[in-house]
């Protein structure tokens, strides 16, 4: 069965600090990998997406995310981290052939400090 | 803003009832989604529909339905209200079907409470 993981409920981190926060996926075939992030009291916002190509996407506000596939992971990064980058991370893996339903992983709440 | 309108915010009604979630995807997306989202499933996919027709189906109860319409709005019917349908519902659309049009755009919610 297809899932995703996201093994940290909270990550934090010093406003100006990198921060990374991680994703590992299980799917059959070709993985294809998204970020999304949700504010409070706010609908999920498009980060960026692995379709195929660089392992390296650059996606929204700074953002990149590291696809690896020997380790199955696809995790978020950001050189130097806001206050305003505070909030509901959602990594997704989309179930494709047709369905294209994404299957969220648990998400990790990115608390920044200043 | 996405693009993506859902109706309404906030629902707040009684055990066995039944109510009605309304979406309105962006202007030229023909695929609509809905989400659930609760603090003890996570966000989990219900039903997809792309041009009126149905193509997906996730975790939905029988209690529950959706439509598209031809202007390409959707609906999303609860019935039977439990205390444990109280969630965030999500709406999301992208342009079609196909890895490279699957970006999907996510609407605010809409917060049911069941009481």
């Known amino acids: 069965a297809q899932s995703v993981a996201q093994p940290e409920d909270q990550v934090n981190v010093a406003e100006g600090n990198p921060l990374t926060v991680k994703c590992t996926y299980s799917?059959?075939?070709?993985?294809?990998l998204f970020w999304y992030v949700q504010y409070p009291n706010r609908g999920l916002q498009f980060l960026l997406k692995?379709?195929?190509?660089?392992?390296l996407v650059k996606g929204s506000y700074g953002f990149e995310a590291e696809f690896n596939k020997s380790q199955t992971s696809f995790h978020l990064k950001k050189p130097s981290a806001l206050v305003s980058d505070s909030a509901l991370y959602f990594c997704a893996s989309l179930r494709g052939g047709g369905y294209n339903k994404l299957i969220f992983g648990a998400g990790t709440r990115l608390a920044v400090h200043p | 803003d996405s693009g993506v309108t859902q109706t309404p915010k906030h629902l707040i009604t009684a055990t066995g009832q039944r109510v009605t979630l309304r979406c309105s995807p962006r202007?030229?997306?023909?695929?609509v989604y809905w989400y659930q989202q609760s603090l003890d499933q996570g966000l989990q996919f219900l039903i997809q529909?792309?041009?009126?027709?149905?193509?997906a189906k996730g975790n939905i109860l029988e209690r529950f339905s959706a439509q598209q319409f031809p202007d390409l709005h959707s609906e999303l019917n609860l019935s039977s209200l439990e205390l444990g349908d109280s969630a965030l519902y999500f709406c999301?659309?992208?342009?079609?079907?196909?890895?490279?049009?699957?970006?999907?755009?996510f609407g605010p919610g809409t917060r049911l409470t069941v009481l």
């Open positions: 202007s030229g997306d023909l695929s």
């Open positions: 999301a659309s992208s342009v079609g079907l196909g890895i490279s049009y699957n970006e999907q755009f």
């Open positions: 529909y792309y041009n009126g027709e149905e193509r």
């Open positions: 799917v059959s075939g070709n993985p294809y």
């Open positions: 692995y379709i195929t190509g660089d392992n």
